[in-house]
């Protein structure tokens, strides 16, 4: 039994919040060793139940429900008139939503098939480039948001995305199918058992997430609904569930998704047995990755170098994976309180290859501008030593091109790095990834060798790969600027009552004092104010986030 896993470690807090024991001192940790960090803890996603009251990945009844949510898809791919499979939820979990529902899309589109999914995330699409986390917090936005994307549908799949079973948006949605069975089935993805569901009350709201979950619980006793949530272990980072959390949620619904395109379209009975198979092929993905764990380090270390010395770190992706080069970079700015400088992604065709229900948002501000185009007009004329810059592709990719951004790159800086992904079939290298890797001072290139019998070929394998090396890359460079205390991450922002209480809980670990105490502190450095006037402390959690939103910096106010 891993330790986080007694009952006696931090028990008031839900698995998606508590500490993990592997990183204590993740902040003191060199390069190679928060890497190493990072390997032990994203194993413990595939971890098997040892005597725990803990359901895992693996499990039977997990597999079991899976098998169930990919008929359901099945049966809407093959009858798709009137119907949608919904993917919906807040931050990351909004943005993978995206993900998968656009890499879905597309591959029905080159079936010629009806499209039928469509993704919801907290906040519109500009919140699938930058944080927005105070929609997260209101049900009534959510519930409003499925109806406007299900208007005059007669048979909805909605799959919820909360990692931490907690965004009131989620629930709002999930509260809203259990009104409307006809026509809603819900399914609820997480990493919480459903006791540790967040029980706080939603201001306007008679139903808490905790209390929709075990609405949900009940239901799937009678597949009217259904609950995938197996514990993947504490984040390396505490509450970050951008990280296992995110990863977890990507594995999930690509092994649904893809089990019900086999069956729809391929004549393969959705089988449990298929199911385990795919997600050992990603188990077998991360440990491919973390055999690379030098190679990762040293993009960590000059990561961290450049945001030290107030550089940037561009990411420079080609495809799918340059989009969760984009998610990674879009995290960074609640995690660890990064401007959108500090760590930027940009996707080859910009808007066209995101392909996002909005359209192009440039518009919106430099952040939105995330066209190669846009990165060689307005980043590259000012690109020095001392920013970093990651190419991110794979062999179905452009050489040309990328070997001509490189090129572009390293004559203004020596600090060019690449991620690469190719397969054993095309084993031998080019002239032009010769030429690429001779530009940069470091390339990981991933190999992938064997089949995968699942789905056939090694993209989501990539994908995740992909993701893995971005999340140690910010995460890492964030750790040595020193945006981490122990594994807590010390430069967030109270922007939802999430973090409001992930910010006060904080302040009681590192302080000691009693919770009460805290949040008075809290408030203080908030308000910025010596004394909390009644009106202040009348107020509730939305009135304050509000006010930390535009809070640069919340200073410590303790004496
Ligand atoms: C949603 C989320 C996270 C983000 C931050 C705030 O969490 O937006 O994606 O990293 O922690 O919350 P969840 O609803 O998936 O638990």
Redesign the pocket.
């Known amino acids: 039994m891993d330790e986080w896993e007694s009952p006696d470690y931090e028990p008031s807090l839900p698995v998606?919040e508590k500490s993990n024991p592997f990183t204590r001192d993740i902040d003191r940790a060199s390069p190679s060793g928060i890497v190493g960090m990072l390997e032990a803890c994203d194993a413990q996603m595939f971890r098997q139940d040892r005597g725990t009251n803990y359901q895992r990945l693996f499990d039977e009844q997990v597999v079991t429900t899976l098998t169930e949510v990919a008929k359901r898809v099945e049966l809407i791919l093959k009858d798709p008139q009137d119907s949608l499979v919904v993917l919906s939820?807040?931050?990351?979990?909004g943005r993978l939503a995206f993900f998968m529902a656009s890499r879905f899309n597309e591959a029905l589109k080159q079936l010629n098939r009806t499209l039928v999914y469509s993704y919801i995330i907290a906040g519109g699409d500009s919140a699938l480039l930058s944080s927005q986390?105070a929609p997260?917090d209101d049900p009534e936005l959510g519930m409003l948001s499925l109806q406007k994307v299900c208007e005059a549908k007669k048979k909805v799949l909605f799959i919820g995305?909360?990692?931490?079973l907690?965004?009131p948006f989620?629930a709002g949605q999930l509260d809203f199918c259990l009104q409307h069975p006809e026509v809603y089935t819900p399914v609820l993805l997480?990493f919480n058992p459903t006791h540790q569901a967040r029980d706080e009350p939603i201001p306007g709201c008679i139903f808490t997430f905790h209390s929709v979950a075990q609405r949900l619980q009940e239901l799937s006793q009678r597949r009217k609904a259904f609950l995938i949530n197996p514990a993947v272990g504490p984040e390396a980072i505490s509450?970050?569930?951008?990280m296992k959390?995110g990863s977890a949620t990507k594995i999930v619904l690509e092994v649904v998704l893809s089990a019900a395109h086999a069956a729809a379209f391929s004549h393969k009975s959705v089988a449990s047995e298929c199911i385990l198979q795919h997600m050992r092929e990603y188990e077998r993905a991360v440990e491919v990755t973390y055999q690379q764990k030098e190679g990762i380090a040293a993009v960590v270390e000059a990561a961290g170098r450049s945001l030290l010395n107030e550089g940037s770190v561009c990411y420079l992706g080609w495809g799918p994976m340059a989009i969760l080069g984009l998610i990674d970079a879009s995290?960074c700015n609640?995690?660890f309180g990064a401007d959108y400088t500090d760590i930027r992604g940009f996707i080859r065709g910009g808007y066209k290859d995101l392909n996002n229900n909005e359209g192009p948002l440039s518009s919106l501000g430099p952040e939105f501008c995330i066209g190669h185009e846009d990165f060689l007009q307005h980043v590259l004329p000012g690109l020095a030593d001392k920013d970093t810059v990651l190419l991110i592709y794979s062999q179905s990719d452009d050489l040309h091109e990328v070997l001509n951004l490189g090129r572009r790159v390293r004559e203004k800086t020596p600090n060019l790095h690449a991620v690469h992904h190719r397969t054993d079939s095309d084993s031998a290298e080019t002239p032009q990834q010769i030429s690429i890797n001779e530009l940069c001072s470091s390339t990981l290139d991933f190999l992938w060798c064997g089949s995968t019998p699942a789905t056939g070929n090694f993209l989501h394998q990539w994908e995740l790969s992909t993701k893995l090396v971005l999340n140690a890359v910010s995460t890492g460079a964030h750790i040595l600027k020193g945006k981490v205390y122990r594994n807590h991450m010390i430069d967030l922002q109270v922007t939802?009552s999430?973090?409001y209480r992930r910010a006060t809980r904080l302040l009681q670990t590192l302080s000691g004092r009693a919770e009460s105490e805290c949040e008075e502190a809290l408030l203080k450095a908030i308000y910025g104010a010596d004394k909390l006037m009644k009106d202040i402390i009348s107020s509730d959690i939305t009135a304050h986030t509000q006010v930390a939103r535009n809070a640069k910096k919340v200073r410590r106010r303790f004496r």
């Open positions: 998606s939820g807040c931050g990351t979990s986390e997260e995305v909360s990692c931490g907690s965004a989620v997480g509450g970050s569930s951008r959390g995290e609640p995690t939802n999430k973090l």
